[in-house]
């Protein structure tokens, strides 16, 4: 993809983002974001708590980060400084929307969170839980690591299985926010397109 390609891209999904959080805050998406969680869970045993709860801890911003910050590090170039930027913009975007979009998370009854800890930044509630912070971290992330990947002399198979690994781990994130009761589907999404949007953005400084 070439800079041009990532932009186009990046800006797309921005107005996809934009144009979903009005649907959102319509409350066009409710019955859907329901009936989806109520699937989920009915469809995944309740052994699973654990599993998707330690990803609900690796998709913090404590942890999701370090993978980013060390690949910009080991690239040695100053200029990636502007995706750690980025990086910073799209959670501000994140809060902004949690703080000014009425979109309540999903009730108690559906949290199935099982590990007695929280990363400092779990606690950071600003009201609504539109959209989802993991996924935007996690769609960023994914993104960047994704594009050094290909740029780097690893052997194609290598870079198959690490871009399988990625995709795989990006599904099991999406689950396990609507499983655990944490996130609607609807804030996986919205949290989906922004990380993916300013993830493309952010490429424009790697090339």
Do not use: C
Not at 12 to 38: C, E, G, K, Q
Not at 125 to 154: A, C, D, E, N
Not at 165 to 187: A, K, N, P, Q, T
């Amino acid at each position: 993809m070439k800079k041009s390609g990532s932009l186009l891209v990046g800006f797309l999904l921005l107005f996809l983002f934009i144009a979903f959080t009005f649907i959102v805050h319509d409350n066009l998406f409710t019955r859907i974001d329901f009936d989806t969680t109520v699937r989920i869970q009915n469809h995944i045993p309740r052994s699973s708590d654990f599993i998707f709860s330690i990803l609900s801890l690796v998709g913090s911003a404590e942890i999701i980060s370090i993978p980013l910050v060390l690949a910009l590090i080991l690239r040695k170039k100053l200029i990636g400084i502007f995706v750690i930027f980025a990086y910073a913009l799209a959670h501000f975007i994140e809060l902004f929307g949690k703080a000014f979009v009425t979109h309540p998370g999903p009730p108690y009854l559906f949290f199935r969170y099982d590990i007695p800890f929280l990363f400092p930044t779990s606690y950071v509630q600003p009201g609504s839980s539109y959209p989802s912070g993991h996924l935007m971290r996690t769609m960023f992330v994914s993104v960047i690591l994704t594009f050094l990947i290909s740029k780097s002399k690893f052997k194609d198979t290598n870079k198959l299985l690490i871009y399988s690994f990625i995709f795989v781990f990006d599904v099991l994130m999406f689950i396990s926010r609507i499983y655990l009761g944490e996130h609607w589907l609807s804030d996986v999404l919205g949290g989906s397109i922004l990380g993916l949007a300013f993830g493309f953005l952010s490429l424009i400084f790697l090339f």
